[in-house]
């Protein structure tokens, strides 16, 4: 760690040198990291958002001088892909929105063991338990109503609640969406999968349709076309961001603690065992955790947690550290197959 024991005024020599020793600094410690390699580019496909990944490649790139070519997809897409291709996949490594498509090539036997270094970084709750991918950010599922439909006394406090018929043509949500794959998965370990489908059933029941994704569940919420909805907080923030305070007629709100509903996603970033650029990939694991990685996270606008190396979040939002989700780990919500299914035998896919 760079301490500043002679504080310079924002933007001043005094702080652009530190900076730039400590970029130098963290550029050595990445050309350490997994010994030396031969390879000068390597190959992402990214599943996240293409923005901010652009971001931190283009900063990875400066400091190690290995080109990363980016491949951007829908996670899932890039998962199954990733299995079509096997052993011949040109991907060295994978970054995935949420964890269930990491635990998925996990479990096929496809990712490479994270070098230890790197995993320290981040808590170990929001890593792979088996330690083949990295928890590189967090976002938490959350409520989002319409302010002039509703008052927040009005709004449900647990996530099982919206199946009631009180909410029948007023309630939006994403299905497909990876995103609710979590909520549906943790309702089904806390309750019951019997539970997690009469649930199903009761919030497709009270959908004023179903919608194709949280952008647009965000949106028609925004414009009153529905009062309620789940999403992760992070498309509530980044609507506002583009709109301005005074385009937004919507707010978010947090089920009670630990509720099932309230669910802390985890994106993160893996190795591939077929890549013949081993010591580079893993290179790019332990930048995105860096405290430069996760500085570029935090002042992105992905809106996005900081979940590595201390950083907090830039942003105007909830701290990730007050946050009071259900405890439920990232092993636990598993690969997605359990959602996928109830969400299929609820007809929702």
Known sequence: MVQDIC??????????????????????LLAACGGSSSSKSITLYNGQHQQTTLKLVAQFEK???ITVNVRSNDERALAAQITAEGSGSPADVVYAENSPSLEYLQNKGLLSPVTPATLAHTPSRYNSPQGDWVGVSGRVSVLVYN????????LPTSVMELAQPQWKGKLAFAAGETDFQPVVTSVARTYGDAAALRWLDGIK???ARIYPDNETVTDEINRGQAAVGVIDQYYWYRQRAQLGASGVHSALAYF???DPGYVIDVS??????????????QKLLAFLVSAQGQQIISHSDSFEYPI???VKSAQPETPFAKLQANPIGVGALGDGSKALALLQKAQLL
């Open 147 to 154: 302010t002039k439909l509703l008052k927040p006394s009005q």
């Open 268 to 281: 993160g970033a893996a190795v591939l065992k077929s890549s013949s650029h081993q010591a580079a990939s």
């Open 308 to 310: 590595a190396s201390g």
């Open 256 to 258: 009670a603690p630990r």
């Open 7 to 28: 504080p310079s005024p924002p933007g001043s020599r005094g702080q652009r040198f530190r900076l730039g020793v400590a970029l130098a600094l963290l550029g050595s």
């Open 63 to 65: 400091l190690t001088g």
């Open 205 to 207: 029941a009270n959908a």
